[in-house]
């Protein structure tokens, strides 16, 4: 099973500033790389997908990099409904594994 | 905009069998695969498993042995059965569109194991 871990484990941002997660894989997984955001009580929802493709109506604030075992989110601005959890999850080796999650908060 | 609205008891006995369906509405279950994912109270993520609209299923190998997707296209649902349940599979239980990574989501449903 391929282990995913990203960092930071909590990011501490102000609304308007630029933030950057990242995301490690044990072994490569190409570009089948997901991000997500999930808000409290809420399912998550997909951000990016094969690394750097935003989903149908994602702002382009959000952009996505990477490749093989190393993988980045960049937020541009912050937005209030950014603060939240964010997940990435390799959809190369089955089981599909999610990373532990980045908290970003105020 | 296709929505999913998973149904299924709160709470499961232990050593019981866990029992959940997605109905699936404003889109057809024909053409692609569906999952099941979970997540414990305040922890991550943990894809249970998927299958494909004709049927085809496959598991995570962690939970192999206790668990079965099924779909039936006629209602437009897929099911999820985890047999033999203890604590440790206490979570919010999410049907999802997807086998690579997911685009539609349902809401989740809590499922508490105890007695």
């Known amino acids: 099973e391929i282990v995913v871990t990203q960092s930071p484990v909590t990011l501490s941002v102000s609304p308007g500033e630029r933030a950057t997660l990242s995301c490690r894989a044990s072994e490569s997984v190409k570009s089948n790389l997901a991000w997500y955001r999930q808000k409290p009580g809420q399912a998550p929802r997909l951000l990016i997908y094969t690394a750097s493709t935003r989903a149908t109506g994602i702002p382009a604030r959000f952009s996505g990099s990477g490749s093989g075992t190393e993988f980045t989110l960049t937020i541009s601005s912050l937005q209030s409904e950014d603060f939240a959890v964010y997940y990435c999850?390799?959809?190369?080796?089955?089981?599909?594994?999610f990373g532990p999650g980045t908290k970003l908060e105020i | 905009q296709v929505q999913l609205q998973e149904l299924g008891p709160g709470l499961v006995e232990p050593s019981e069998t866990l029992s959940l369906t997605c109905t699936v509405s404003d889109g057809s279950i024909n053409s692609y695969y569906w999952s099941w994912i979970r997540q414990p109270p305040g922890k991550g993520l943990e894809w249970i498993g998927y299958?494909?609209?004709?049927?085809?299923?496959n598991y995570n190998p962690s939970l192999k042995n206790r668990v079965t997707i099924s779909v039936d296209t006629s209602k437009n649902q897929f099911s999820l059965k985890l047999r033999s349940v203890t604590a440790a599979d206490t979570a919010m239980y999410f049907c999802a569109r997807g086998v690579n990574y997911v685009d539609y989501w349902g809401q989740g449903t809590l499922v508490t194991v105890s007695s």
């Open positions: 999850q390799q959809f190369n080796n089955w089981p599909h594994t």
């Open positions: 299958i494909y609209y004709t049927g085809t299923a």
